[in-house]
């Protein structure tokens, strides 16, 4: 098909062994939700529509969790995100403007990060502009190399990095903006003759370097948009700062929460100003709640639709799907 705008290729292929999960990674519900869904949404928000969604591991589920939000390009062996995204190009062939390269698991990633990258990459004019972050401590995030001037002069994987290298602070985050053209030149120079025998993605920057294109790392100034979910332990930390996010907008938009602490609230529930949750109250779904209400305590609703002005007690009220 022909594309308008920028594209972007979604990272999916993953098995995820440290999530110990029958599904793939990237299905992995957070605050009810799997966690492509937020990537897809934010690429959305960001005027980025059916992106290519690279799947592997049990990718039939997968597809069928995006439906028709994606097109799809399986990587059959699990050989590195360079080459996942040589598996994905076929599908952008014929396109020139921006390709977003991003990770699946991320479900703190906005539509605004997005849109800056491209704009960036386009204000600059560069072959491709780097997402990066800086660390306290940067674990085994790959570091971004610049010179004296502060000129990017590449990125180095964690397990090839020296001692030195190690001890940078700023950190690529997996989250790409490129100019199609120039991803393609690069894509098919990039080698696996590292410590893990696989294709980095990472690479590329190497090739456009050498090629004297332009190269440019975006700081982002909130680290935790990048949390990426590889274990149970990243999945409470990301469903833990998405549900503070969620709730101070409906506390901005006049709801009152008492005791947030305990108060859960899905991404998709609606609720009308000057409602008042009590504490325990669980809000899933796509419930809809009323102005003026008060809901709880110890109130569970999902899929339910409540009018404005009503007090709901401690029950539980749930909408079942029909069964198919």
């Known amino acids: 098909m022909k594309r308008q705008g920028p594209t972007a290729i979604v990272l999916a292929a993953g098995q995820g062994k440290r999530m110990k999960s029958s599904m793939p990674k990237v299905l992995t519900n957070v605050l009810g939700e799997p966690m492509i869904n937020y990537v897809l949404n934010a690429l959305q928000s960001a005027g980025i529509v059916r992106p290519t969604v690279v799947i592997g591991h049990l990718g039939e589920m997968v597809m069928n969790a995006v439906g028709e939000r994606g097109e799809f390009s399986w990587q059959r062996q699990q050989l590195g995100t360079g080459h996942a995204v040589q598996c994905a190009l076929p599908r952008l062939e014929g396109y020139t403007g921006d390709v977003v390269v991003t990770c699946g698991d991320t479900p703190l990633i906005t539509g605004e990060c997005y849109r800056r990258l491209v704009e960036e990459r386009r204000r600059l004019k560069a072959a491709a502009v780097v997402a990066t972050m800086v660390l306290e401590d940067p674990k085994s995030y790959?570091?971004?190399?610049?010179?004296?001037?502060?000129?990017?002069?590449?990125?180095?994987?964690?397990?090839?990095?020296?001692?030195?290298?190690?001890?940078?602070?700023?950190?690529?985050?997996?989250?790409?903006?490129?100019?199609?053209?120039?991803?393609?030149?690069?894509?098919v120079e990039i080698k696996n003759d590292n410590a893990q025998g696989e294709y980095y993605l990472t690479d590329t920057i190497a090739v456009l370097l050498e090629k004297k294109r332009s190269v440019v790392a975006m700081i982002s100034p909130d680290p935790e948009e990048f949390l990426g979910v590889n274990d149970p332990a990243d999945l409470v930390s990301a469903e833990?700062?998405?549900?503070?996010?969620?709730?101070?907008?409906?506390?901005?938009?006049?709801?009152?929460?008492?005791?947030?602490a305990t108060i859960r609230i899905e991404p998709f529930v609606e609720i009308g100003p000057r409602t008042r949750l009590r504490p325990g109250t669980i809000l899933e779904g796509r419930t809809v709640v009323g102005a003026d209400c008060v809901i709880g305590p110890a109130v569970t609703a999902r899929n339910v639709t409540l009018p404005d002005n009503c007090h709901f007690g401690p029950h539980s009220i749930e909408v079942r799907a029909p069964k198919a």
């Open 142 to 187: 790959g570091r971004i190399k610049r010179d004296a001037s502060g000129q990017v002069t590449g990125i180095v994987e964690f397990k090839d990095a020296s001692e030195g290298e190690r001890a940078i602070r700023e950190v690529n985050t997996g989250t790409y903006c490129f100019e199609a053209k120039a991803l393609r030149e690069a894509i």
């Open 240 to 260: 833990s700062r998405l549900s503070q996010l969620i709730k101070l907008r409906h506390m901005a938009n006049g709801v009152i929460l008492e005791d947030p």
